[in-house]
């Protein structure tokens, strides 16, 4: 990754041959794992903000967990040298201290004792799912920090949902809800006890089975045992929707002013702050919380809840109005202006949300009035940010009709939380300047790109475009392939049944769509007597695919899968799992679809669609075909089905071009493969 600021070697305070005791790697590094180490350890201390690139499977969440731990032990080591009081032998014995080989008695050098030294800075590791967040603990347990007493107090965030241990509750359909109504009417008997669990909670690393698991034993709340231990903890483990949700961050009473920030699958982010902060709110929910807004203003005499209640009864009645009106795509400006409400009167009536909500609830609404309560302070929240770049689109879904918010552009978000804390850092295999874009605020020398080669050899990899099957060039455009007589699915099927038989152990096969793939699917179920291999279709609702997948590679498998599905993302399909990966097609999003209609249109507004598109396709390519090669032994084949890969060829990761092969027929690159797998084997 060009451009940004790149720490001189001669700059680094940890050398790379000391890094596995200073760091407390548990094996011995790769030179990029290193690197990477040496930059985080140095960005922390420098920057605000940058972007680090390392391909999958080259350990960079270990690798940023060391560097991290390490920078946090020595801003402790700082501050303790600023009291003379804790310059001292030990935590608690005398001035003598017996090490191995030396006699009891002889005097030691005195050393830092950190153990109560309190910094203002945490680090906050933010991954994409709950899953990953029990990931990234065994990937801690791997360390020495685990066992260490320099290790930071951890703590990790999740929902109600994952931590509640109230039967009755745990299981309900609103958890934040009925969670909510025990814990104000006393009847949850763990709420008000959390001081062992949290103690525990910062003792040592547990991930979130554990606290649950002991919350049960010690009969204390486990999720507000969890909020009680922020303040404590100094490496705080959370899903992107805990930080990217600013109510969510609110509730949770995430401060993010002495933050330093890792946002793991950093290229996810854009999409998941548009995503995150995008929301529909349904007429069908803004008429049921009309209707107990009424019955409230008339059925109860408090001053402060028929005050309230009539704020929203007003809110809900001009929103209904809004609503049966078709437009769209509007700017957030026009729509207050539509819409008949005033923005000062109602900033004022979601700041005081909380407050609002709590009242009502004393008249005991059920949960679909919760769900739209929320819902609907949501969507106002929402357009209340009239300098994000944001669109609104009324419209229907099923019998209902409905208003859509669309976010869509991540940038001013995104700088909102880059400038609340203290530093902000993007890791990803694979990233683009649209990232390094979004710190373009901050000045060069405050902020860091670095970017990494794969730890594997170039002969550990097989690359080659495939651009013609036996008679027809291969193209998969919507146009070609489904052309009646088209022969691109038939010789497309022909091509990967040969290729099963020269490839070993799994198979995984990517397309654009489940659209694509079902049309395909039609075809090759012509050829699917002459597979040497079990055969497997991801359809989207199939949740034992991946596992009966794995457990038949050994005899041979072969997966046809989705770009942007589960199994695109975040899946490891190392070694027998994923000998050969190959992308048919390329996977440019739908420009037809409402959401994409509408990015399109505000981008082609500054000429940014065509850049964005392409990117889009170049990313969803890259993260697929970076599910194989998951360490330094690990080999496979990626073969990119379709012509127009030779002009997007340069796109893909610099580690992968070096192996890229070129045969002229199907019968070289099948002998090619022969000797790649063969050698490669022994």
């Known amino acids: 990754m060009e451009g940004g600021f790149k720490f001189p070697v001669d700059a680094y305070k940890i050398k790379s041959e000391q890094v596995k005791s200073d760091f407390k ?90 153990e109560g030294v309190r910094i203002k800075d945490k680090i906050l590791y933010l991954t994409r799912t709950h899953s990953q967040i029990s990931q990234l603990v065994q990937e801690i347990k791997k360390t020495a920090w685990s066992e260490s007493e320099d290790c930071p107090k951890v703590t990790l965030l999740a929902s109600r949902k994952h931590y509640c241990i109230k039967e009755g509750v745990k299981n309900s359909g609103d958890v934040d809800k009925e969670c909510y109504s025990a814990r104000d009417s006393n009847e949850c008997e763990f709420y008000s006890r959390n001081d062992q669990l949290k103690k525990s909670i910062l003792q040592s690393v547990k991930d979130i089975e554990e606290v649950v698991a002991e919350g049960m034993s010690c009969s204390e709340c486990p999720y507000y045992s969890m909020k009680a231990a922020i303040e404590e ?44 902060l995008s929301m529909q709110l349904q007429q069908s929910q803004i008429k049921t919380l009309k209707n107990f807004l009424e019955q409230a203003v008339n059925s109860d005499n408090r001053e402060s809840l028929i005050h309230s209640a009539s704020q929203l009864l007003k809110v809900t009645e001009e929103l209904l109005v809004f609503s049966e009106k078709e437009f769209g795509p509007i700017s957030v400006e026009y729509f207050w202006e539509a819409c008949n409400l005033s923005l000062t009167e109602t900033r004022k009536l979601v700041n005081k949300q909380k407050k609002v909500i709590n009242t009502l609830r004393t008249l005991g609404f059920k949960i679909k009035v919760s769900k739209s309560l929320q819902n609907l302070f949501e969507f106002l929240g929402s357009v209340l940010n009239t300098e994000f770049d944001a669109k609104i689109i009324t419209g229907k879904k099923g019998n209902s009709r409905v208003l859509n918010y669309y976010l869509l552009s991540p940038y001013q978000p995104f700088k909102e939380i880059l400038d609340s804390c203290k530093s902000v850092f993007l890791i990803g295999g694979t990233m683009t300047e649209e990232h390094k874009d979004l710190f373009r605020h901050l000045p060069d020398n405050k902020k860091v790109f670095s970017s990494f080669e794969h730890v594997i050899p170039p002969e550990n990899l097989f690359l080659s475009v495939i651009s013609k099957g036996e008679t027809e060039t291969f193209e998969f455009k919507y146009q070609n392939y489904t052309n009646p007589e088209s022969k691109l699915f038939p010789e497309l099927s022909s091509l990967v049944i040969e ?31 002459q597979a040497v291999k079990t055969v497997f279709f991801d359809d989207g609702k199939d949740t034992s695919l991946l596992e009966r997948y794995k457990e038949a590679c050994e005899e041979g498998a072969l997966l046809f899968t989705v770009c942007r599905g589960k199994l695109s993302e975040g899946i490891d399909f190392k070694d027998n799992f994923g000998r050969c990966i190959i992308m048919v097609g390329l996977p440019y999003l739908n420009p037809n679809e409402s959401l994409i209609k509408v990015k399109k249109e505000h981008l082609e507004e500054t000429n940014r669609w065509n850049k964005f598109y392409q990117n889009d396709c170049n990313q969803t390519i890259n993260q697929s075909i970076g599910r194989a090669i998951r360490h330094a032994n690990d080999y496979a084949a990626v073969l990119l089905i379709d012509a127009r890969h030779e002009k997007s060829l340069e796109e893909r990761p610099s580690w992968m071009l070096k192996s890229r092969r070129e045969f002229s027929d199907l019968q070289e690159l099948c002998l090619g493969l022969i000797e790649f797998y063969s050698t490669l084997a022994n």
């Open 499 to 529: 290729l099963a038989r020269v490839v070993p152990g799994g198979m995984v096969c990517f397309f654009p769509s489940y659209k694509v793939i079902g049309l395909f699917r039609k075809t090759f179920e012509n050829f699917s007597s």
């Open 233 to 276: 903890a100094e490496f705080i483990v959370a899903p992107y929707s805990s930080i990217i949700n600013p109510k969510v961050r609110q509730n949770l009473g995430i401060n993010l002013e002495n933050m330093h920030l890792f946002i793991d699958e950093g290229h996810n982010i854009s999409g998941q702050i548009e995503s995150c």
């Open 25 to 114: 790697f548990p094996f011995n590094p790769y030179a990029i794992q290193v690197g990477l180490m040496e930059d985080v350890y140095q960005a922390l201390t420098k920057c605000n903000g940058g972007v680090f690139e390392s391909p999958t499977g080259t350990g960079k969440s270990l690798s940023i967990i060391c560097s991290a731990f390490a920078w946090l032990r020595d801003s402790k080591i700082e501050e303790a040298k600023k009291d003379p009081e804790l310059y001292r032998v030990s935590r608690s014995s005398p001035r003598l201290l017996p090490v191995a080989n030396v006699p009891y008695g002889v005097p030691q050098e005195p050393k830092l004792v950190t």
